[in-house]
């Protein structure tokens, strides 16, 4: 008989006194033996959009047909904006889904350089989604009026370059825009400081809150935040691809001029009118017909994340990362694994990034031989996503004893030149 | 015992002809006394849509995770978009879905303005949609260099202004942009002729195909057209606000620009560099992750259409249109409606408008008091849509028949005052 594993054991315990365990069974899990770190990507499917995706589907569109639009459909975007604004600490008309998060930033960042006409810099930094500085660089070209990006570096490719952001934020800083938090590292900004520091310049400030909204507590109104977005997948668990959400600060949202005019936010769209005119309130902010079922199955998740409650959520995260972070320094940092994500919980979201040499066949190990979905950013970075409505520390002390046995018996040899799972 | 109604009779005898009548059976038809004329708004759930959802739902976004997305969902937006290529006479990689028809809108007439740097003026009608105008509005005041927009009137708002757009095209011309077939009046223009005569003067054509993709043949490489767009919710049966699609001709896919630059449109997206690279071919034209349990809807009606055939869909159409003229001359025109739609069929699409001073009254009275489904289109039309899939000739012989009710009774009387149906 072998003596218990103390880590074991202590995932257990940990557990058994969590006040937000019983959410795990208002998720649909389909595979129990199957351990899901990628929460961070891709949500899982709460119960309840099972039961909504049928309503919608045969009641609604089925049955209802085109009145489904005045029963509902098309309010949906500010009545599930609204309960998002809940979760991020904004009043209920300053928040509205519509469109993917890139295009909702690029409408936010044309509107923000233009109402700026006098400042010619946009700051962000190295660590920022990919896709943002795509949106970025359109924003700048389409306007043709010599804007320049400046993407400031990290110092260590783990934490912000706070000191420089710092540094930059003079004059001629029309916008700063970063991600909340990070989406390799994790690395979460003070968004506070940050706004009131780029306030002080007088430039606006845009933040991503794709890998913060649901995770992380955020408070918009109190942080005096001009603009937002976000995406709707990952811990809000709104569905593959689900519409995003966009925040405008209530004294700002008619000052700005949405760049891309469409009828779902026009006044009075039904006149039907040859020329634009922008609606009142959050609702200029919106452009083509949304896609209903995808944004309306957004809900639930939503829900699940105001009942359990933010400072619930943030309280098991930090101490599901720290258990991690903690076995870490126990083990793997011994069998070659580097920590990608900053060691104090104050400066990290809801994930922890891994490196190693063997990176990418440890992630393919871990999921084609170990039943452990993680996910993998280039060049070497393993993300262990939590998502502490379902995510268990017995879960975590599973996927790190499968870690432990993948570098002891070299299993990840055989998935070496296997392309990255797409996430 | 009343004699039978000859107009009855001539349905009963069509509908028992009709070789597209067992295409009925392939949709949700929850109600069979509600007649639902409005498949050109929305079109009826398919069957098949009702199974898929269960599979997008429970098996890959519930079972599947994240792995959903190298399993099909990434590459959904150009293999669906491949076969509504087949339906608009395209090649498979010239068509994919994105987005909502506004956002393609503008990024392919930004991207055609930037193409035809020398050329000014953007050419329209009064016919089109007005959200395509408030698109093409946008696109001017983005790239401020001087751009015109003329907007030529119908000469009657019925027909199209064809020999007006014949004469202004000129060199000057930038982009001919119209609705094939226009929401109000049905009216269908020549694509091929006025392409060719866009050519002629050194313009690029795009055409928005939302009222005629699925009910109208359309040859886009045989007219040789450039660039065009279309929702996926009207013929095509995608469900309330699925994704829509773009085309852009193959030898210009890589001339072109898109001016939203988004993470799914870039080459080799997950390699996260900083800096944009457009993907090869017809990807680029992506933004942001789609909706994809919107987008993935959209396959079995266009699986519909595809086998019911274009060809038969039109004759059917054509048939069903003619029947209510028919009828319109017989007895509605001496009831006050006016044909607020194209006498010749070729000239029409697969819906007709029917004006009269009490309009709107007579729209809600249909809807409330007489379980049809029509829809309203300011300042006076009742628009009756034919979706040759599921339109039955005697669905029309009701129609109309309870339209002469509404009249001799005077039914519309108490509906003056209501709001039009949300649509």
């Not at 006040?19 to 929460?39: C, N, Q, T």
């Amino acid at each position: 008989m072998t003596s218990p594993d103390p880590r074991e054991l202590r995932a257990q315990g940990l557990d058994a006194q969590d006040p937000l365990a019983a959410f795990r069974e208002r998720f649909v899990i389909d595979d129990p033996e199957l351990i899901y770190l990628d929460g961070n990507s891709l949500g899982r499917l709460p119960r309840a959009s099972r039961a909504l995706a049928d309503k919608l589907i045969e009641e609604q569109w089925g049955a209802r047909l085109i009145r489904g639009w005045e029963e509902g459909w098309m309010f949906s975007p500010e009545r599930i904006g609204a309960k998002i604004a809940a979760l991020i600490g904004a009043q209920p008309d300053e928040v509205i889904l519509a469109d993917a998060t890139s295009i909702n930033l690029f409408k936010l960042v044309v509107a923000a350089l233009r109402y700026q006409p006098g400042r010619s810099t946009l700051l962000t930094d190295n660590l920022n989604f990919p896709s943002d500085l795509y949106v970025l660089e359109s924003a700048i070209k389409l306007l043709d009026a010599g804007h320049q990006l400046k993407v400031l570096p990290s110092p260590d490719g783990i934490h912000g370059p706070v000191d420089e952001i710092q540094a930059q934020l003079d004059e001629r800083v029309a916008l700063l825009t970063l991600s909340h938090t990070t989406f390799k590292s994790s690395y979460t900004y003070d968004l506070a400081a940050l706004t009131a520091a780029a306030h002080a310049a007088g430039a606006l400030v845009l933040w991503d809150l794709s890998h913060s909204a649901g995770a992380v507590p955020i408070e918009l109104n109190a942080a005096d935040v001009d603009l937002a977005v976000g995406c709707t997948y990952k811990y809000l668990c709104g569905g593959p691809g689900a519409p995003a959400f966009l925040y405008v600060r209530r004294d700002l949202q008619e000052r700005l001029e949405s760049p891309l005019q469409g009828w779902m936010g026009r006044a009075d769209m039904f006149a039907f009118d040859l020329q634009y005119a922008a609606h009142a309130g959050i609702r200029r902010f919106l452009t083509g017909t949304p896609a209903v079922l995808s944004l309306a199955m957004i809900e639930p998740g939503v829900d699940l994340l105001l009942e359990a409650g933010i400072d619930a959520l943030r309280a098991k995260s930090i101490a599901q990362t720290e258990f991690l972070i903690e076995a870490w320094e126990g083990s793997l940092r011994d069998l070659g694994f580097a920590l990608h994500s900053p060691r104090e919980p104050a400066w990290r979201g809801s994930h922890i990034s891994l490196g190693h040499p063997k990176a990418l066949g440890i992630d393919q190990a871990l999921i084609h031989a170990m039943k452990v979905i993680p996910d993998f950013r280039a060049p070497d970075n393993i993300r262990l996503g939590i998502a502490p409505l379902y995510t268990r520390f017995s879960d975590l002390h599973e996927t790190l004893s499968r870690l432990e046995k993948i570098i002891r018996d070299d299993l990840h040899a055989e998935y070496r030149q296997t392309t990255p799972t797409v996430t």
